[in-house]
């Protein structure tokens, strides 16, 4: 008989969480410490969503978004998850820029990038002060006409060199474009200029297997494998979800699951006003990522100057189209040494992303797309061959992840990596507007993205559920 990942589980919740991406997460302990009955539903075999990792023969693991997360990190897992997951938080030192028209090493925060910008890229420094505090001073509330390149064009013009050092790594971090507006840019780039790069020492394995803990310990119920086919709604308020077959009542659902999926396949669209649906379908998906992952042979070691992060590319400029095009120019290197995992084997890893296009994998036949991939594998050896030398010969497993591999693990719509633009952060924030009990929590209009701003809105809406459940009463069987 097939395994019922729902034994024991009870008729009715306070709140139902579903999806365990950050946010869920986030939301789901939050709550329970609060001592609201919560259940969290994911349907993959493992909780963390994107925040995920996997293992290959030869004790290697492999993370798929541990690249690097702004400082906020480590003050927003002591706040809402545990000093000891919090204490693993460490700083990458060694970002790397290589590409035709600079090569440098940085630790990526304001003092050094201000030292960069006045004596490599020969910027006046009342000029780089000007521009750090218009990004410092930036919020959601601000004129969201100006675009990222429009504020580039008024502390740097013609600068096309400085849009590449500025940009590139957040491009990377967020799936943010010069098109989009400049408080996108802004609000990110400044938590990352005020202390650097972060990473969490230990890999996602350990870090999910705490916060699953730390999640029991406050008394979440938390299931895999379950599969959330609907929400209930009854009378403009939410009465449960179906899953696995069953209906489990509850008075709020946090969705976590893609912004689209949450509003047309999970409650559909009849249940909301005309005007809410029209923006709901004008909100745009943020773009995927392909990766290539690759395991260095035990014995073999690879210098820690090789960087942690390498942003490397070569492209003549920077510009958005060739970032996500298929034919492939700029790659992120992370560097993942045997201090990633200190308790672990110790391994070398590095793994290669690069944003990219769900068109161009989405309907590949079989033989197409495998043909694809190995083809992206082969690019990107060759593209490494230049920081790590023979490394075909130093690599003992590697294979590769496309849009296609993000959306079958999340169900993301169109593998999105990053949520969605902008405008999806005003649909997410007005779903309870039009339904009680419904809200969403989980990468949206790129501020909220990222393992940084996942956690985070996975807070802020935790805080709105525990007021909403306070004010309401139980609803009646039916
Ligand atoms: C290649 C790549 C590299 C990245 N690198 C970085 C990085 O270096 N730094 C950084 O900060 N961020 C990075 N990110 C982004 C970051 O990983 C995400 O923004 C963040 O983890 C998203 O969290 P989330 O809470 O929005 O949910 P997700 O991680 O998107 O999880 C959503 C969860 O909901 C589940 N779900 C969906 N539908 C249902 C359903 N119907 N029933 C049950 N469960 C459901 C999914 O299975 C999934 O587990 C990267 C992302 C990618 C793809």
Same mark, same amino acid.
């Given at each position: 008989?097939?395994? @019922?990942?729902?034994?024991?589980?009870?008729?009715?919740?306070?709140?139902?969480?579903?999806?365990?991406?950050?946010?869920?997460?986030?939301?789901?302990?939050?709550?329970?410490?609060?001592?609201?009955?919560?259940?969290?539903?994911?349907?993959?075999?493992?909780?963390?969503?994107?925040? /995920?990792?996997?293992?290959?023969?030869?004790?290697?693991?492999?993370?798929?978004?541990?690249?690097?997360?702004?400082?906020?990190?480590?003050?927003?897992?002591?706040?809402?998850?545990?000093? &000891?997951?919090?204490?693993?938080?460490?700083?990458?030192?060694?970002?790397?820029?290589?590409?035709?028209?600079?090569?440098? *090493? /940085?630790?990526?925060?304001?003092?050094?990038? *201000?030292?960069?910008? =006045?004596?490599?890229?020969?910027?006046?420094?009342?000029?780089?002060?000007?521009?750090?505090?218009?990004?410092?001073?930036?919020?959601?509330?601000? @004129?969201?006409?100006?675009? *990222?390149?429009?504020?580039?064009?008024?502390?740097?013009?013609?600068?096309?060199?400085?849009?590449? #050092?500025?940009?590139?790594?957040?491009?990377?971090?967020?799936?943010?474009? #010069?098109?989009?507006?400049?408080?996108?840019?802004?609000?990110?780039?400044?938590?990352?200029?005020?202390?650097?790069?972060?990473?969490? =020492?230990?890999?996602?394995?350990?870090?999910?297997?705490?916060?699953?803990? =730390?999640?029991?310990?406050?008394?979440?119920?938390?299931?895999?494998?379950?599969?959330?086919?609907?929400?209930?709604?009854?009378?403009?308020?939410?009465?449960?979800?179906?899953?696995?077959?069953?209906?489990?009542?509850?008075?709020?659902?946090?969705?976590?699951?893609?912004?689209?999926?949450?509003?047309?396949?999970?409650?559909?669209?009849?249940?909301?006003?005309?005007?809410?649906?029209?923006?709901?379908?004008?909100?745009?998906?943020?773009?995927?990522?392909?990766?290539?992952?690759?395991?260095?042979?035990?014995?073999?070691?690879?210098?820690?100057?090789?960087?942690?992060?390498?942003?490397?590319?070569?492209?003549?400029?920077?510009?958005? &189209?060739?970032?996500? &095009?298929?034919?492939?120019?700029?790659?992120?290197?992370?560097?993942?040494?045997?201090? /990633?995992?200190?308790?672990?084997?110790?391994?070398?890893?590095?793994?290669?992303?690069?944003?990219?296009?769900?068109? &161009?994998?989405?309907?590949?036949?079989?033989?197409?797309?495998?043909?694809?991939?190995?083809?992206?594998?082969?690019? *990107?050896? @060759?593209?490494?061959?230049?920081?790590?030398?023979?490394?075909?010969?130093?690599?003992?497993?590697?294979?590769?992840?496309?849009?296609?591999?993000?959306?079958?693990?999340?169900?993301?719509?169109?593998?999105?990596?990053?949520?969605?633009?902008?405008?999806?952060?005003?649909?997410?924030?007005?779903?309870?507007?039009?339904?009680?009990?419904?809200?969403?929590?989980?990468?949206?209009?790129?501020?909220?993205?990222?393992?940084?701003?996942?956690?985070?809105?996975?807070?802020?809406?935790?805080?709105?559920?525990?007021?909403?459940?306070?004010? /309401?009463?139980?609803?009646?069987?039916?």
């Amino acid at each position: 008989m097939p395994k @019922d990942f729902l034994a024991g589980v009870q008729s009715e919740y306070d709140v139902v969480v579903i999806g365990s991406g950050l946010a869920g997460m986030t939301s789901a302990n939050i709550l329970g410490r609060a001592g609201h009955r919560v259940l969290l539903l994911e349907q993959h075999y493992k909780l963390g969503g994107l925040a /995920t990792w996997f293992k290959r023969p030869g004790g290697h693991t492999f993370d798929i978004s541990l690249h690097g997360f702004p400082y906020g990190m480590l003050k927003s897992c002591k706040r809402y998850w545990n000093d &000891d997951i919090a204490s693993n938080i460490v700083q990458l030192n060694n970002i790397r820029f290589d590409n035709p028209m600079f090569s440098l *090493t /940085t630790t990526y925060n304001r003092e050094d990038f *201000t030292a960069l910008l =006045e004596s490599h890229f020969k910027i006046p420094r009342e000029t780089i002060v000007q521009f750090f505090d218009t990004a410092r001073g930036m919020n959601f509330y601000d @004129d969201q006409s100006l675009s *990222t390149r429009e504020l580039f064009h008024k502390f740097f013009p013609g600068r096309e060199d400085i849009v590449r #050092l500025l940009m590139e790594p957040i491009t990377y971090a967020n799936g943010s474009t #010069l098109e989009d507006p400049a408080i996108t840019y802004g609000i990110v780039f400044s938590n990352f200029m005020a202390k650097g790069v972060f990473i969490y =020492e230990g890999g996602t394995d350990d870090l999910v297997s705490k916060m699953q803990a =730390e999640m029991t310990r406050n008394g979440v119920d938390s299931r895999i494998k379950c599969d959330v086919s609907k929400i209930l709604v009854q009378n403009g308020k939410v009465r449960g979800v179906e899953v696995n077959g069953k209906q489990i009542r509850c008075r709020a659902v946090v969705s976590n699951s893609n912004l689209r999926a949450t509003i047309f396949n999970l409650v559909g669209q009849d249940h909301f006003d005309p005007k809410f649906v029209q923006d709901a379908q004008a909100v745009r998906l943020n773009n995927s990522s392909t990766q290539v992952y690759m395991a260095i042979k035990p014995g073999v070691e690879i210098p820690e100057s090789t960087g942690d992060l390498l942003f490397c590319s070569t492209a003549n400029a920077f510009r958005t &189209d060739l970032l996500l &095009d298929r034919n492939i120019t700029s790659r992120t290197f992370s560097f993942y040494y045997p201090r /990633t995992r200190p308790d672990g084997k110790q391994r070398h890893a590095i793994v290669s992303s690069t944003n990219a296009n769900w068109s &161009d994998w989405a309907d590949l036949d079989q033989q197409a797309y495998q043909e694809s991939k190995k083809d992206l594998i082969e690019t *990107t050896l @060759d593209a490494l061959e230049k920081y790590v030398p023979n490394c075909r010969e130093k690599i003992e497993w590697v294979e590769a992840a496309t849009p296609r591999t993000f959306h079958h693990y999340t169900k993301h719509v169109s593998g999105a990596s990053f949520g969605t633009k902008f405008e999806g952060l005003g649909v997410s924030r007005g779903l309870p507007q039009q339904i009680q009990g419904l809200y969403h929590a989980g990468s949206v209009g790129i501020i909220m993205s990222g393992w940084l701003g996942a956690i985070n809105y996975g807070v802020i809406v935790s805080n709105e559920v525990d007021q909403m459940l306070s004010k /309401t009463a139980l609803p009646t069987p039916s």
